[in-house]
């Protein structure tokens, strides 16, 4: 095969054959196809698109470039979940223990954060002593034993997928729905799970800006797992404001740890119960949502998802006690000053993104992939859309290390980000669709 004649092919809109797909996939990882020609497919594959079989196939591809997990040790349905990023998304703290405690298996391999975007891996290591990385054989231990384990991502997990989106994100290829579908696939299957819940978001936090291109994403997404054997199912939710009201690694582990306690945000509370209901169906704990929701909402009430939580954390390495004294065990940052309303109104809109940029500032966040981050500052929402506010009334804190000029343009960020109008505005939903 020639890979010039691979790129006329796909330019020109016909299917590429299987043989040919992994002709380019292990081209790529070899470093046999120069990184012009893959620059030159990819813009191909961006302008003519993909079939389900095509994008399908290079899920499998990419996943076969590696390492693949096999999670049969694991007794039970294994479940991943998966989030395409977002502000505030800590749903995975609350998720592992919850679903756990109903009696399906989490061996979760989590990501650190790049940019505005939260990792639960950093969320994690905010908890002193937690620690995130274990062996294989410890991880599958620890969720025969507990339920339950959360792990950052290790060995050689698609590699094809780590080239290929360095080339995307330099020759404007990151937005096609087959390349970011194939993407988010491969390292799902290449994990091992039986099944896969996908929560695809949108808005001004999100990736993805509208409803139909998240839509359009999930739709390709659940379809390569009906083509690869893996039950997939998507929700369409909205990041146009922070989940919660908590941005920042040691303040969103305490948020979570509100919600298992019964307590914490109805929007961060009812994602849970809405994603750890399919799972609990997809995991065969539950015939159908409304059965599995009365089981996490009597697993939150009874304390079992909460003592669940506990034992992850002792599990791996931390002081169980943060559970019941987060405020005491966790880093907190040495100052939390107010960001005041300048008019009168009701909140209609709170972007994502800046309030994102905002906990960056301080320190929340990491610009690079080797930054450090300091685990106590963030933001915390006082005010949320919908809620009516008057000039000087408190809409958010930051959570900061010294009020000097980092902080000033974080709270500059912060009261740009809210938009206030004279009438209530209508209320959304925060989820707009279940694929399946």
Same mark, same amino acid.
């Given at each position: 095969?020639? %890979?010039?004649?691979?790129?006329?092919?796909?330019?020109?809109?016909?299917?590429?054959?299987?043989?040919?797909?992994?002709?380019?996939?292990?081209?790529?990882?070899?470093?046999?196809?120069?990184?012009?020609?893959?620059?030159?497919?990819?813009?191909?594959?961006?302008?003519?698109?993909?079939? /389900?079989?095509?994008?399908?196939?290079?899920?499998?591809?990419?996943?076969? =470039?590696?390492?693949?997990?096999?999670?049969?040790?694991?007794?039970?349905?294994?479940?991943?979940?998966?989030?395409?990023?977002?502000?505030?998304?800590?749903?995975?703290?609350?998720?592992?223990?919850?679903?756990?405690?109903?009696?399906?298996?989490?061996?979760?391999?989590?990501?650190? *954060? +790049?940019?505005?975007?939260? &990792? #639960?891996?950093?969320?994690?290591?905010?908890?002193?002593?937690?620690?995130?990385?274990?062996?294989?054989?410890?991880?599958?231990?620890?969720?025969?034993?507990?339920?339950?384990?959360?792990?950052?991502?290790?060995?050689?997990?698609? @590699?094809? /997928?780590?080239?290929?989106?360095?080339?995307?994100?330099? #020759?404007?290829?990151?937005?096609?729905?087959?390349?970011?579908?194939?993407?988010?696939? =491969?390292?799902?299957?290449? $994990? !091992?799970?039986?099944?896969?819940?996908?929560?695809?978001?949108?808005?001004?936090?999100?990736? %993805?800006?509208?409803?139909?291109?998240?839509?359009?994403?999930?739709?390709?997404?659940?379809?390569?797992?009906?083509?690869? !054997?893996?039950?997939?199912?998507?929700?369409?939710?909205?990041?146009?404001?922070?989940?919660?009201?908590?941005?920042?690694?040691?303040?969103?582990?305490?948020? $979570?740890?509100?919600?298992?306690? !019964?307590?914490?945000?109805?929007?961060?509370?009812?994602?849970?119960?809405?994603?750890?209901?399919?799972?609990?169906?997809?995991?065969?704990?539950?015939? /159908?949502?409304?059965?599995?929701?009365?089981?996490?909402?009597?697993?939150?009430?009874?304390?079992?998802?909460?003592?669940?939580?506990?034992?992850?954390?002792?599990?791996?390495? &931390?002081?169980?006690?943060?559970?019941?004294?987060?405020?005491?065990?966790?880093?907190?940052?040495?100052?939390?000053? @107010?960001?005041?309303?300048?008019?009168?109104?009701?909140?209609?809109?709170?972007?994502?993104?800046?309030?994102?940029?905002?906990?960056?500032?301080?320190?929340?966040?990491?610009?690079?992939?080797?930054?450090?981050?300091?685990?106590?500052?963030?933001?915390? +929402?006082?005010?949320?859309?919908?809620?009516?506010?008057?000039?000087?009334?408190?809409?958010?804190? +930051?959570?900061?290390?010294?009020? *000097?000029?980092?902080?000033?343009?974080?709270?500059?960020?912060?009261?740009?980000?809210?938009?206030?109008?004279?009438?209530?505005?209508?209320?959304?939903?925060?989820?707009?669709?279940?694929?399946?």
């Amino acid at each position: 095969m020639r %890979m010039v004649e691979i790129i006329r092919k796909k330019r020109s809109g016909a299917e590429l054959s299987s043989e040919e797909i992994r002709f380019v996939v292990e081209g790529v990882v070899s470093g046999a196809i120069p990184d012009y020609q893959t620059s030159a497919w990819l813009m191909a594959v961006c302008f003519a698109g993909m079939s /389900d079989r095509e994008t399908a196939e290079l899920t499998l591809a990419m996943a076969d =470039s590696g390492d693949r997990v096999d999670l049969s040790a694991i007794r039970g349905v294994k479940v991943d979940k998966h989030s395409t990023g977002g502000v505030g998304d800590k749903t995975t703290l609350i998720l592992g223990p919850m679903v756990a405690a109903c009696g399906v298996p989490v061996a979760k391999m989590s990501g650190r *954060g +790049l940019g505005h975007t939260g &990792g #639960t891996i950093d969320k994690l290591e905010a908890i002193p002593g937690f620690r995130t990385e274990l062996d294989r054989e410890r991880f599958f231990a620890q969720v025969n034993e507990i339920g339950v384990s959360v792990i950052g991502q290790s060995g050689n997990i698609a @590699p094809a /997928d780590k080239k290929l989106y360095a080339l995307r994100d330099v #020759t404007g290829t990151v937005e096609s729905i087959p390349l970011i579908a194939s993407s988010v696939m =491969s390292k799902k299957i290449a $994990a !091992g799970a039986d099944a896969i819940l996908l929560d695809v978001k949108f808005g001004s936090g999100a990736f %993805m800006k509208t409803p139909e291109d998240a839509r359009a994403l999930a739709r390709a997404m659940v379809a390569i797992g009906r083509e690869v !054997g893996r039950r997939t199912v998507a929700a369409i939710t909205d990041m146009d404001q922070p989940l919660g009201r908590a941005v920042g690694n040691a303040l969103e582990v305490r948020e $979570a740890i509100g919600v298992l306690r !019964g307590e914490g945000p109805d929007d961060l509370r009812e994602l849970c119960l809405e994603l750890g209901g399919h799972m609990l169906v997809l995991g065969g704990q539950a015939e /159908d949502a409304a059965g599995a929701r009365r089981r996490l909402e009597a697993a939150l009430a009874s304390g079992a998802a909460l003592e669940k939580f506990a034992a992850l954390v002792k599990a791996q390495g &931390g002081d169980p006690a943060v559970a019941e004294r987060p405020e005491s065990l966790l880093p907190q940052a040495k100052l939390r000053l @107010p960001v005041a309303a300048a008019a009168d109104g009701y909140v209609h809109g709170i972007d994502a993104e800046s309030v994102g940029l905002a906990a960056m500032r301080l320190g929340a966040g990491r610009a690079a992939k080797d930054d450090a981050i300091d685990y106590a500052v963030g933001v915390e +929402l006082v005010r949320k859309r919908g809620e009516r506010v008057r000039a000087g009334d408190t809409l958010a804190y +930051l959570h900061a290390q010294e009020d *000097g000029a980092t902080a000033g343009e974080a709270a500059r960020l912060l009261a740009a980000a809210y938009r206030i109008g004279g009438e209530a505005p209508e209320k959304r939903p925060l989820i707009y669709e279940i694929i399946s």
